[in-house]
């Protein structure tokens, strides 16, 4: 069945440093992919999308490309601030005419220390 | 902000009893949404629905139903709680464009 996997953390950086947070999934047909972002004691926000191969989402510095040939969409970020501790969530959405059942990954605790 | 409303926010059951969540829409969303959440497993899928009266389980639904009777209103009900069920609940909504809206969030303690 459609999955997302992963990377485990929690994963723990100085400020400034380089994040990448790993994302695969196994789905059937062409969905669409998200990051979402958890701040503490409140519930997931929609942080970038892309929805067909290839495509780059991007917002506050993020970035993932949706990589069809790896079944890929890793997180990035080339300078993260102490503001940007949170659970990172990876989810893909069945098309619609599939569905359009919408599932995450575990999800990914991030903490950047000053 | 998505106008998404859960509801209660917080609550206190025993063992047994029927319990029963709402999630409530002002988008005129099509797809709703209902999701536990647990240390070390993120999100996992109770139950969605793709319209009025059209529901589907998810991974995770053994002991939990849902009802869609208008398109507002999503309706998680746990027939006989039990302690596996204590959890924090979340409720999503989305339309074409399959981007989701979340609530704040239903955290339920069975005891």
């Known amino acids: 069945g459609d999955s997302v996997t992963q990377m485990e953390g929690p994963v723990t950086l100085s400020e400034e440093a380089f994040l990448t947070i790993n994302c695969t999934y196994t789905?059937?047909?062409?969905?669409?992919l998200f990051w979402y972002v958890q701040y503490p004691g409140e519930g997931l926000q929609l942080l970038l999308k892309?929805?067909?191969?290839?495509d780059k989402g991007s917002n506050k510095g993020f970035e993932a490309t949706y990589r069809k040939e790896t079944t890929s969409f890793h997180l990035e970020k080339g300078s993260v601030q102490v503001s940007d501790s949170a659970v990172y969530f990876c989810a893909l959405s069945v098309p619609q005419n599939q569905g359009g059942k919408l599932i995450f990954g575990q999800g990914t605790e991030l903490s950047v220390k000053p | 902000d998505a106008g998404i409303t859960q509801s209660p926010r917080h609550k206190v059951t025993e063992t047994g009893t029927p319990v029963t969540l709402r999630c409530h829409q002002t988008?005129?969303?099509?797809?709703m949404y209902w999701y536990r959440q647990d240390p070390g497993h993120g999100l996992r899928l109770i139950h969605y629905?793709?319209?009025?009266?059209?529901?589907d389980k998810g991974e995770v639904s053994d002991g939990y139903s849902v009802s869609r009777s208008k398109t507002e209103d999503f309706l998680l009900t746990l027939e006989s709680a039990t302690s596996s069920q204590t959890s924090v609940y979340f409720c999503?909504?989305?339309?074409?464009?399959?981007?989701?809206?979340f609530g704040q969030g239903t955290r339920l303690t069975v005891v």
């Open positions: 892309a929805t067909k191969a290839d």
């Open positions: 999503a909504i989305s339309g074409s464009n399959t981007e989701a809206f």
């Open positions: 629905s793709y319209g009025v009266k059209d529901t």
């Open positions: 789905a059937t047909g062409y969905p669409s």
């Open positions: 988008e005129n969303h099509r797809y």
